[in-house]
Structure formats: C-alpha cells, structure tokens
C-alpha cells in the first residue's frame, strides 16, 4: 500500500498594507508634503507654491490627492498631520495669529482636515512638528528636547516627555522673544517690546551689529560681500573663515547672545537635547566659523547654568534640515492614530 504524498501547502493570505503617513508642512511661500514611513523616512515628497492654494480647504485637499496618487497597492494611509507657522491655539486648534497666510486665523484647522480624511488627524505648530521629527531621528523616548531655529527670527520647538509641547496658550518656546537686555538703551524688537533675542541674534540685528561695528572702526573697511543689501549669514562666515576679525567678533556676540537664551530654556525646562538649525548658525558643521559658534554657544550656557543643567545638556546642530518639518508632522499623525488605537482598545 503506498503512502499517501503530502504536498507543501503555500499561503495563499496576502500579507497587511504598509501604513504610511502624510505630513503637510505649510509655509507662506511653499507647503511641503511628504508620505513617511513608519521607521521616520521619506517615500515621496513634493513642494508646491502656498499663494496659488490660499485657503485650508484647498491645501488639504491637495496633500490628500497628493498622497493618494503616491500611494500604491500595498500601502495605507494612516494619518496626517498638517505643521502650521504662528501661534496655534492648542485646544481650539487654530491659529491665533500668523504672518503670510491670509484667511487661515481662527479657522477649524483640525475639524478641516478630519473632515476630508477618514484616518485620524493632528495639527501641530511647525516649530514643534520640527523638533519632534529630530527627537524621534535620536531616539531619545520619554526624554525632552528643544530645537532653536535661528534665521529671520528665531523659533523654538519643544518636546517634553516625547511629546511636542505648545503651553496653554500656543506660546511654548518663544524663545526669540526672551528679554536678554534690559534698561532704556535695549534695542526694540519688531513685537513692540524691548531687548529680545530676536532683535540681537535674528539675521537682520547680526547685520545691524556687524555694520554698527564697522561704523565705529575705521581702521577695518566693510568687505564688498557685507555691503550688499543681499549680504547673508553666510557671508559674515565666509569673511571670518578669511580671518576677519569684526566678523568672529560679531559671531562670538551672538553666540553669547544664543547661549545665553539657552541657558534660560535649560533652567526652565531642563531638556536632555538642544539643537540649532537655520541659516544663522553661520554654516554649521560644515564650516569652522559654525563650529566655533557652536562651542561658544555652549560654552556659555555652561557659564549662565547649574551644573547638573549646563553639565549634561547636549548643544548641537540639527540634522533634518528642511525635511524635518513634513517628518515631524507625519509623526504627529502616527501619534495621533497610536492614541486613537488605545484609547478604542
């Protein structure tokens, strides 16, 4: 009698979507979109122009086209968030006051966006969808961290304990509105009041300082580069890496100046983290003048601290650059669908 022949029986069962998750990164000029994995890594982006768009609606509507036409087979959506400029009121989620985007204060932004989704939904301050995405890069969990964006003006996102953190009125890190001068001969800051980092470490108050100082040493005749209206962070860097001395001066004062906010910042919250991102780090790792400020910078915040706050605060630069805001916010919606698992569960 022969024995019956057992054949190897192959799975038939077609494995699970990959969940991935949309991050819309919105600015005055451009709004970012990119589709993330769950890992934190980018499968698609794109850029658009933000003025031809205008409303919420229409925006939304686009990243959602956007991420459904990226989207294949195996893959589902599931989350998006929307990183917004200005100040977001934290329990209402909307914005409170905004520069460049007309017709989107004290609009629903959270109610928009759930409405033309069927996945859960978050909406989150750019500066803090930028932070979260570097804290998540470093794996730092239930640690916090603070991320300072030195350009124009200066922004600062914060993540406590793993999650991003906008105060009870939307103003949670505004550092670039922290007095580090006082009296009558501090210098006015475009927000009315007085003495603020902003008006002394924001690109245009570098540059103020640096032709001031020029003004007031003829010996040292302004480089051509400095002269133009154009002149930028950058060249401020280039001019130091050629050994002018009012240029590593200028930066030396501003890192004192950065420093000196972070110092505050570490005293108040403590983080684990704080990381320097922008065009005014004057060429950041890549440039011996961006490495200078940076030890300076710290330096300071050693000297302004305690030395269980100063001792152990890591100061470095950021790594995401302008990825991390489309990142962050995405990882928003991943938190978000996370919560809305548990608390369905």
Not at 35 to 55: C, M, N, R, S
Request: contains cysteine.
């Amino acid at each position: 009698m022969t024995r019956p022949c057992h054949q190897n029986v192959v799975s038939t069962t077609p494995s699970p979507p990959q969940t991935v998750f949309l991050g819309i990164d919105v600015g005055g000029t451009n709004v970012k979109l990119g589709l993330i994995e769950d890992g934190g890594q980018i499968i698609a982006q794109h850029a658009v122009p933000t003025p031809p768009l205008k409303t919420p609606e229409r925006v939304i509507e686009y990243a959602l086209s956007f991420a459904n036409e990226e989207t294949t087979s195996h893959q589902r959506i599931g989350g998006v968030g929307l990183a917004i400029p200005g100040i977001l009121d934290s329990e209402e989620m909307v914005l409170r006051e905004v520069v460049n985007l007309p017709g989107w204060i004290d609009r629903p932004l959270l109610r928009l966006l759930s409405d033309q989704c069927d996945t859960p939904a978050m909406v989150v301050n750019d500066a803090n969808a930028a932070a979260f995405a570097e804290h998540s890069r470093r794996g730092l969990g239930d640690r916090s961290l603070a991320l300072v964006t030195l350009g124009t003006g200066i922004g600062c996102g914060v993540v406590i304990g793993g999650r991003p953190f906008s105060g009870d009125h939307g103003c949670a890190g505004e550092l670039g509105h922290i007095a580090i001068r006082f009296g009558d001969d501090a210098l006015p800051c475009t927000c009315g009041s007085r003495g603020h980092l902003e008006t002394y470490a924001g690109a245009g108050g570098v540059l103020a300082r640096l032709k001031l100082a020029y003004a007031t040493n003829p010996k040292h005749r302004i480089p051509a580069s400095l002269q133009s209206p154009l002149a930028s962070p950058k060249d401020i860097a280039d001019e130091a890496i050629k050994g002018d001395t009012i240029c590593l001066d200028v930066i030396d004062e501003t890192a004192i100046h950065v420093g000196s906010a972070i110092g505050m910042l570490g005293q108040t919250i403590d983080p684990a983290v704080v990381l320097l991102g922008g065009a005014m780090t004057f060429g950041g790792k890549q440039s011996s003048t961006g490495i200078r400020f940076l030890e300076k910078v710290r330096a300071t915040v050693r000297e302004t601290t305690l030395v269980q706050v100063g001792g152990n605060l890591i100061v470095d630069f950021a790594s995401l650059g302008n990825d991390a805001g489309i990142v962050g916010a995405a990882l928003v919606a991943k938190q978000a669908a996370a919560d809305a698992c548990f608390n369905n569960s």
